[in-house]
């Protein structure tokens, strides 16, 4: 079974801190994409990475940067962190892009930022 | 740009009612996903169709091309069914990755 797993389940931070959320999948797949998941907006996507080292903007890049320095982990980095990113972050993998695979998703990091 | 709509957004059923949950999208697709997400947790992928329809226990998705629809349906219902149910369209290229989510449909199923 394809494992996706979250460094945090539940994270609190300071206003102007920068926040690191950490993601690790174990498929050796070559996709994997951080969301975002506010109520009422439902899931939407930050970053996602297709290869080591690639990225690719998602809807609401802003006041995020990402990294992947090796295939199996990818990073969130909350440059200075603001109210306004407190939220649930999910991470996700999959084998192939254009949505013919299912992604695979972790168990979230709820994030407060104070 | 392709508009992913789900309806009901909250639903409330009693115990072994025959619950449908639907899915409409603008654009063609490669795929659409059926996710479920019980509360405080991650989510995991129920159905991908790309036609027809498919079963797995008592879930049971249907996807219509030409109407550019969908559904879920649970048969006897169960409050562990109780959860945010998504659906979600593949496609290719653009700035939105390769999924395009729908708000979800909050299930909760009372004994």
């Known amino acids: 079974d394809v494992k996706v797993t979250q460094s945090s389940r539940y994270l609190v931070k300071r206003t102007g801190e920068k926040v690191f959320l950490e993601c690790v999948q174990d498929m050796d797949h070559e996709n994997m994409f951080w969301y975002r998941q506010d109520p009422g907006l439902g899931l939407r996507l930050i970053y996602f990475s297709y290869d080591v080292k690639m990225k690719e903007k998602g809807d609401i890049p802003e006041g995020y940067s990402v990294s992947r320095e090796k295939k199996e982990r990818f990073s969130l980095i909350l440059e200075s962190a603001s109210t306004n990113q407190t939220s649930m972050y999910l991470c996700?993998?999959?084998?192939?892009?254009?949505?013919?695979?299912?992604?695979?998703f972790g168990d979230g990091t709820r994030l407060s930022i104070l | 740009k392709n508009e992913v709509e789900q309806s009901p957004q909250n639903l409330t059923a009693q115990e072994g009612e025959f619950i449908t949950i639907n899915c409409s999208y603008s654009v063609g697709i490669s795929a659409l996903h059926w996710l479920q997400q019980h509360p405080g947790g991650g989510i995991v992928s129920l159905f991908m169709?790309?036609?027809g329809k498919k079963k797995h226990g008592r879930l049971i998705a249907t996807i219509n091309i030409q109407e550019k629809h969908s559904s879920l349906h649970i048969t006897a219902s169960h409050p562990r069914d109780s959860a945010v149910y998504i659906c979600a369209v593949g496609y290719y290229g653009g700035s939105q990755g390769n999924l395009i989510f729908g708000k979800g449909t909050k299930l909760s199923v009372k004994p």
């Open positions: 996700a993998s999959s084998p192939i892009l254009g949505g013919r695979q299912p992604q695979h």
């Open positions: 169709l790309s036609s």
